[in-house]
Each structure stands twice: as structure tokens, then as C-alpha cells.
């Protein structure tokens, strides 16, 4: 079967730096995407990385270690907006994603 | 670009009632999924179409039809609801790049 482990919560301040880890056990893995979801909202996507290594995007970067099954999503300059649910979700054949149960930051002043 | 859209946004079932919730994207995207969202936890796959005329179940597909007629659109059957498929229900779409695109959400309860 498929699992992934992440934190429930996290609480950061404005202006810091946070990250959020993933772990995974899956067959067939193809990458792994990060989605963010506000209260509410839809998730909307983040980032893939199907490669070991950094992918960077604005203020946000995701890390692949595929070897260790692990990943982690990487949060720069926190802003308010930025509180949110973040959620990993494993890429399988045939475009199947499987989520994370999420992990739900909070930004403080 | 309208992107994903979802009808309806909410709606109150009684149990054994059926419904269709409808799905339809404008990217042309092949790739079409159904999830369900339970309170405070990820997204469940329910089904999936990898293009038209071709669907497949996820991990929860029991209690649950699709249909793929289009490229376009993509529905989704509740045939004899139950309280325990009391959820929010996100259809998406993928491109070539493996980014999921959205509907805003079916909020369904079921009394």
C-alpha cells in the first residue's frame, strides 16, 4: 500500500523560515507534489520534483531524497498569507496521486 | 480560461437519495480525477480518467460512478447516498506537467 507521514502542525513567525517534512513508502513512485489549501479553499499546486535535488520557485523550494523515500517543502520570509494547509502527495503510474494528511501552519506576527 | 468548474457548490441529500456532481474543464487536459476530502485530512482519490471513454477506480471507489463521454467533462454519481459520504468533493484536471488543477469543491451533506 501507499502511506505518507507529515506533521499535523506547525507554528512559525513572520519573517522565518520553515520546513515542512514528508515521508513516504509507495510502489511505483514517480515524484512528489506539494499543494497548499487555505481554509475553505482548493488546493493549488506548489511544486514536483520527480529528481533528487532542490527545486526553487519565488520564496518557496522543495527537496527531493528519493533514495530516503523523503522530501521536504521549504517556506522563506513567512508572510501571514502563508497560513494554510500544506500537503504532500506521491505521483504513481498512470497520474495517481496519493495525499498526505496535511499539515496545517500558522504564521504569528 | 474558466480552468475546473464544480456544480453545485453545496447540497443536502437524504440518505438512499442519488445524485450526479458535475465536473467540466476547459484545458483539454486527458487526465481527470475525483476526490473526497474528510474534515482536518488529505484527499482521497475516488476515480480517475486518463482520457475519454477510458475511467479506472481510486482508493475509495465504492458507492461511487463516473462517466467520461468528453474530453471535457466528467461527472460523478452518488447512487444511493449515505451519511458516511458526507465530505467535500474536489474534481481536477492535470496538464503535461503533472500539476493538478482544482474545482473550487462540491460541500455535500447527507442527512
Known amino acids: 500500500g501507499q502511506s505518507l507521514e507529515q506533521p499535523s502542525e506547525v507554528t512559525a513567525v513572520e519573517g522565518a523560515i520553515v520546513q515542512i517534512n514528508c515521508t513516504y513508502q509507495?510502489?511505483?513512485?514517480?515524484?512528489l507534489s506539494w499543494y497548499q489549501q487555505h481554509d475553505g479553499g482548493a488546493p493549488t499546486f506548489l511544486s514536483y520534483n520527480a529528481l533528487d535535488g532542490l527545486e526553487e520557485t519565488g520564496r518557496f523550494s522543495s527537496f527531493l531524497s528519493r533514495s530516503d523515500s523523503y522530501g521536504y517543502l521549504l517556506l522563506q520570509e513567512l508572510q501571514m498569507k502563508d497560513s494554510a494547509s500544506y500537503f504532500c502527495a506521491v505521483r504513481r503510474a498512470g497520474n495517481m496521486l496519493t495525499f498526505g494528511g496535511g499539515t496545517r501552519l500558522m504564521v504569528k506576527p | 480560461n474558466a480552468g475546473v468548474t464544480q456544480t453545485p457548490k453545496f447540497q443536502v441529500l437524504k440518505t438512499g437519495q442519488s445524485m450526479t456532481l458535475q465536473c467540466a474543464q476547459d484545458?483539454?487536459?486527458?487526465?481527470m480525477s475525483w476526490y473526497r476530502q474528510d474534515p482536518g485530512m488529505g484527499l482521497r482519490l475516488i476515480h480517475y480518467s486518463v482520457g475519454a471513454g477510458i475511467t479506472d477506480q481510486g482508493e475509495v471507489p465504492n458507492g461511487y460512478n463516473v462517466s467520461r463521454s468528453t474530453t471535457e467533462d466528467f461527472p460523478l454519481r452518488l447512487l444511493s447516498a449515505a451519511p458516511s459520504q458526507t465530505s467535500v468533493y474536489f474534481c481536477?484536471?492535470?496538464?503535461?506537467?503533472?500539476?493538478?488543477?482544482f474545482g473550487p469543491g462540491t460541500r455535500l451533506t447527507v442527512l
Open positions: 484545458m483539454n487536459h486527458e487526465y
Open positions: 481536477a484536471s492535470t496538464d503535461s506537467y503533472n500539476e493538478q488543477f
Open positions: 509507495t510502489s511505483g513512485f514517480y515524484g
